[in-house]
Each structure stands twice: as C-alpha cells, then as structure tokens.
C-alpha cells in the first residue's frame, strides 16, 4: 500500500530542492526569462551539487538521470529513484521550470539512457549531459511517424533526417534521437541511440524563440549521414524487441514531467493564495464552498485539481519503483498534472488581475511556462489516446 507522506528518507533531500529553489533558481527567474539563450552559470554549481549527492547516495534520483525500473522488492514496497526524483522536480520547478531543464547532465536523454541502458552503456554514458530528439517537422506525437533513418553499415549505424524542439539541444554533450531501422515495419523498428555532439554530420541548425521556458535552449538538429558506433543503440537491435523497449522511457519521464507540472501549478498557488488574502479574499476550509467568495470558492477548486494531480504523480513513480507496469498511470498522471497547470495558472493570473498579468510578479511567466508541460512528453491528446486504449483494451491499430 502506498503511503502518501514523504518518505522519511526523502524529507532532508526535498527540503534542500525546496531551499535551492528558493535561493537560487526563484531569484533568477526573471533574469533567464528576459535573456532567452543566455547560459544559466549558476547552474554549474547546482549540478555539481546534485551529482555529488548522486554519487555519495544522499540524493538517490537526485534529477532526471536517478531514474531507472528496478524489479520488485520482496516485501512489494520500495521507495526509490523514481519517487524521489519526482519530489525533488516537484520543489525545483517551484522555483523555475525552465532552468530546472537547463540543469547540465539532468535531460530527459539522460532518463532514456537510465530507464533503458545496459550495465555497460551506463558507466560509459556517465557524467554525460543528454537531451532527446524525437519531434520531426513531419511527425509530433505520433512516434511511428519517424522519418528519421538509422541505416546499419558495418561497425556503425548511419544517421539520417531533422529532429525539432530538442531540449538543451544546443548546450548538451549528446544526444539520444529516434531514429527508425526500417519505415515499412512502422513502430517496430524505431531505435533509440546515443549520439554525442562531436560527431560528424550532426549540426545543430538554430535555437528556438518561445513563448515560455525560455532559459532552456530548444534546437534544431540536422543529421547528415552521421556515423553512430553499433554499441551506443540503447537497448535491444532486435526488431522484435523494437518500439515496447524504446517506450518504455516515457514510462519514467512522464511521471517527471508531471512533476514539473505539479511544481509550477504550486507555486501559482502559493503566491494568488497570498494576494488574495491581502485584497481581503478570506478561503475558509471549514466551510461550504457555495457559502464563500466566488474568487474563494474558484480557490478550493484548483487546490483539489491541483491534490489529484499531486497524487497520480506519486503513484506512478512509486509503481516504477516496485518494478509495477505503470505505462496506464504514467500517461494519466503527465495528462492530468499537464492539464491541470495550464487550468491553474491562467486561473491564477485571472484571478489577481492586473498584479497577475504584469511582470510585477512571476505567475505570467509560470502561465507561459506551463503550457509546454501539456504538450512535450506526448500531448494531452496522445495521452487520452493511450489511456483509452489501456483501458478498453485496444491496439493501436484498433483505436486511432
């Protein structure tokens, strides 16, 4: 049964995420909000903080790069990487989504290379700062759309085609892409590989202006004939073993990305709750919701959207740590924690007005970033797509 307080052993380790989100990522959001492509140098210190904790186990899934499915324990309950890595992104993203995304060596290709990498492949991969190239010009959410080719010649796979919205594309030190071993078997033999970002034919071709997350590069890669050892393809080359095992990353990350999500909405939260209470709005939880302020009772609501959200999270992380299948709950989690901060933070702005809608506060920059948070990872509409069929029992042949 899962136990919905934080795990004893979590507790200092989120409360200094929580502190290094205060002092640190809070004060500087507006500063990398307005410098779009500006590097973050304090972050420098902040990873090297964050791999020491990794390395010396105070901060087991301290990021993106702690997570990885381990097998069930024997008494059925653990609480590991996953869980913590999702409270810890929790208190970062509190503090500014998009410099959590910029942190070095925490990309969402460091979770693929943590969820899916052999032994081996793990501590060549070490200390490696990894960002995923999925989304094509041509193909979103639709993976089985990859046009991106990997051709198997001799010792090398060879790499052609253009990934889009790459996170840290432009500062990372590699990059997993997606690429497929053969169009005409769709799905099936889509591949993931590690491609680092002096090879050549690989160019990185512009970084994105975007509406939020703006301290965090997003690029354009362009793969041109690029040579990619046979060894830095992530899990099996066996077709047969194709697209579940390259799926299985999104069994990890989503729940992160929900993490994100469920950060952000807090800290709109926290901030309206308390200029509402100094416009003199009073949210009183002893009473009946129709017996308040409309501001009040629209209050109460998000909080209980935004508890849901909270705890769909934590359970999908929690069963990837007891070696459960949680493709079903990871996708409902990042699909209700997504929606649910894009709800809650324009609610937010609505809700204080003028103070919302200026730069005098933070929660319109927070409203613009939480808006990738239900998009990136698969979209609102893949993930009810994914729930539907989980729960029907549909393929995707079956119900498109």
Same mark, same amino acid.
């Given at each position: 049964?899962?136990?919905?307080?934080?795990?004893? *052993?979590?507790?200092?380790?989120?409360?200094?995420?929580?502190?290094?989100?205060?002092? !640190?990522?809070?004060?500087?959001?507006?500063?990398?909000?307005?410098?779009?492509?500006? $590097?973050?140098?304090?972050?420098? !210190?902040?990873?090297?903080?964050?791999?020491?904790?990794?390395?010396?186990?105070?901060?087991?899934?301290?990021? =993106?790069?702690?997570?990885?499915? +381990?097998?069930?324990?024997?008494?059925?309950?653990?609480?590991?990487?996953?869980?913590?890595?999702?409270?810890?992104? !929790?208190?970062?993203?509190?503090?500014?989504?998009?410099?959590?995304?910029?942190?070095?060596?925490?990309?969402?290709?460091?979770?693929?290379?943590?969820?899916?990498?052999?032994?081996?492949?793990?501590?060549?991969?070490?200390?490696?700062?990894?960002?995923? %190239?999925?989304?094509?010009?041509?193909?979103?959410?639709?993976?089985?759309?990859?046009?991106?080719? %990997?051709?198997?010649?001799?010792? %090398? $796979?060879?790499?052609?085609?253009?990934?889009?919205?790459?996170?840290?594309?432009?500062?990372?030190?590699?990059?997993?892409?997606?690429?497929?071993?053969?169009?005409?078997?769709?799905?099936?033999?889509? *591949?993931?590989?590690?491609?680092?970002?002096?090879?050549?034919?690989?160019?990185?071709?512009?970084?994105?202006?975007?509406?939020?997350?703006?301290?965090?590069?997003?690029?354009?890669?362009?793969?041109?004939?690029?040579?990619?050892?046979?060894?830095?393809?992530?899990?099996?080359?066996?077709?047969?073993?194709?697209?579940?095992?390259?799926?299985?990353?999104?069994?990890?990350?989503?729940?992160?990305?929900?993490?994100?999500?469920?950060?952000?909405?807090?800290?709109?939260?926290?901030?309206?709750?308390?200029?509402?209470?100094?416009?003199?709005? /009073?949210?009183? #939880?002893?009473?009946?919701? /129709?017996?308040?302020?409309?501001?009040?009772?629209?209050?109460?609501?998000?909080?209980?959207?935004?508890?849901?959200? #909270?705890?769909?999270?934590?359970?999908? %992380?929690?069963?990837?740590?007891?070696?459960?299948?949680?493709?079903?709950?990871?996708?409902?989690?990042?699909?209700? =924690?997504?929606? +649910? =901060?894009?709800?809650?933070?324009?609610?937010?702005?609505?809700?204080?007005?003028?103070?919302? $809608?200026?730069?005098? /506060?933070?929660?319109?920059?927070?409203?613009?970033?939480? *808006?990738?948070?239900?998009?990136?990872?698969?979209?609102?509409?893949?993930?009810?797509?994914?729930?539907?069929?989980?729960?029907?029992?549909?393929?995707?042949?079956?119900?498109?």
């Amino acid at each position: 049964m899962i136990n919905l307080e934080t795990p004893r *052993k979590f507790r200092a380790f989120v409360n200094q995420a929580h502190q290094v989100a205060a002092e !640190m990522l809070r004060p500087n959001s507006r500063r990398y909000d307005l410098a779009e492509h500006e $590097y973050p140098v304090e972050l420098d !210190m902040l990873a090297a903080m964050v791999d020491g904790l990794g390395a010396s186990g105070t901060g087991s899934g301290a990021g =993106a790069s702690g997570v990885r499915r +381990t097998a069930a324990a024997e008494d059925g309950v653990v609480n590991g990487s996953n869980l913590s890595s999702v409270l810890s992104i !929790m208190e970062m993203c509190w503090g500014d989504v998009g410099l959590l995304l910029s942190m070095p060596r925490q990309g969402l290709g460091n979770s693929a290379i943590a969820s899916v990498a052999s032994d081996e492949q793990l501590q060549r991969f070490d200390g490696v700062w990894a960002a995923m %190239a999925i989304t094509e010009p041509g193909c979103g959410s639709d993976s089985a759309g990859i046009q991106t080719t %990997a051709r198997l010649d001799g010792d %090398a $796979y060879v790499l052609n085609g253009e990934k889009i919205f790459v996170t840290a594309g432009g500062r990372c030190d590699a990059v997993v892409v997606w690429a497929t071993l053969d169009k005409s078997l769709g799905r099936a033999a889509i *591949k993931s590989f590690v491609v680092m970002k002096d090879t050549p034919g690989m160019t990185v071709e512009r970084l994105e202006h975007k509406l939020g997350i703006r301290a965090s590069d997003t690029a354009t890669i362009r793969f041109e004939n690029c040579r990619v050892p046979r060894e830095n393809l992530l899990g099996s080359a066996d077709i047969d073993k194709g697209f579940a095992g390259v799926m299985q990353t999104f069994d990890n990350t989503r729940p992160l990305v929900a993490a994100m999500a469920v950060g952000c909405a807090r800290a709109s939260l926290e901030l309206t709750r308390e200029l509402l209470s100094e416009a003199g709005v /009073h949210i009183d #939880y002893d009473r009946p919701v /129709h017996l308040q302020s409309a501001a009040a009772a629209t209050y109460l609501a998000m909080e209980a959207d935004w508890e849901a959200a #909270y705890l769909l999270t934590l359970q999908a %992380a929690w069963m990837a740590d007891n070696g459960r299948p949680n493709s079903l709950q990871a996708s409902i989690a990042k699909a209700k =924690a997504g929606r +649910t =901060a894009n709800d809650i933070t324009l609610r937010c702005v609505e809700l204080t007005g003028p103070l919302g $809608y200026s730069e005098h /506060h933070l929660l319109e920059k927070w409203s613009r970033d939480s *808006k990738i948070l239900d998009i990136f990872e698969g979209t609102q509409q893949i993930q009810q797509l994914i729930i539907a069929r989980r729960l029907l029992g549909k393929t995707s042949a079956e119900l498109k």
